[in-house]
């Protein structure tokens, strides 16, 4: 019998498997929970989109064909709204996709990615597949990316430059002057991917815009998803805004239908859905405040966020914390790598479970 171990690639064996825990049921049986309310994965709580549930609907009866390979159709849609060219957009099977796919199309082996720290963990898992190495940066005193010390750990070997804006898990934004600065002395042997997942709920005033850049040919990748604002995570559709000249080298690595048929009608769909996308808005932008009152009022340190999730330093072991909350029906998120011993990060539910998680917060605390 052949030694598995000798089967597989070098450095497999030395990634972690992402995992966010349980499963839902799995916590609802342990905990003897009659629902589970989920604030843990940044989803929205409004559902899917209405116009992208009745476009999958009609489209259900196709998916004996394969899907059109480039999303043709959903890349036409996105490059309109935003004064791009379909060559400037490439979708694929969530921003995860993305993320893997510039990945796969630019790290050699001992290259180098710099990233702020905390920030989304998948980068620096997919850059370890590719056997890469990640530079890890502090956040700055706001909890936003710190570009002048990022700027300062690029070096000769540094391929990719990730920023995540807003950033994940603390909501945090960089100031959009910063962020020009940032970009105008970006040294032309790296890739700047801007991660601006959750940059729809942001206030448009504080976000600022690469889209010109990218039209420029700068060395430039804005990732995007359906999964957040449109309702979709489900169904996994992200994309990325880039000069073609990029793009074409990303294109290469990825299979032929990266966005099943239904993904690419449902995004479609969302992306005319303007009443759906307003109310989107509107709950995250409500119930942050809301969130932010409430919390402060219990005596929480609660960062200010531009995305549809809060960071809150609850001033209790924030393992323990989860666990409470998690005992009462609320599944928020606990990353002891974030390096924060007290802080959560949670995203919102409906207007009435927002308010039980609240009296639950109070109620762990003794306030
Ligand atoms: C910062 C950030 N980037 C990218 C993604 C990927 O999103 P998806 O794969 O659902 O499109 C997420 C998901 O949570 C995220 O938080």
Redesign the pocket.
Known sequence: MIDKKSLVRDGVMELPVYSVGKTSSQYMEEYHLSRLVRMN??ENPLGPSPLAQKAMAAAIDEVNFYPEGSSMQLRESISRRLDLTPEMVFCAN????I?TSVMKAFLNEGDEIVIGSP??V?YEIQAQGMRANTIKVALDQNMAFDLPKIAAAITAKTKIVVV?NPN?PTGAVVEPQQMADFIAQLPPHCLLLL?E??VDFADRSRIFDVMPLIRQDKNIIS?R????YYGL?GL???YALAPQSVLDMVRRVVEAYPVNLLAQVAAVAALEDREFAARSLAAAQQTRAFFTDELRKLGCRVLESQANFLFVDFGRDGKYMADQLLRRGYWVRFDPSWGYANSLRFSFASEQDNRGFIKAVAQIIGA
């Open positions: 994965a940044n969530g921003g995860d996709h993320i920030s989304f998948i995540v994940n991660d997942a959750y990732l998803t359906f999964s957040k995570a996994r559709v992200g």
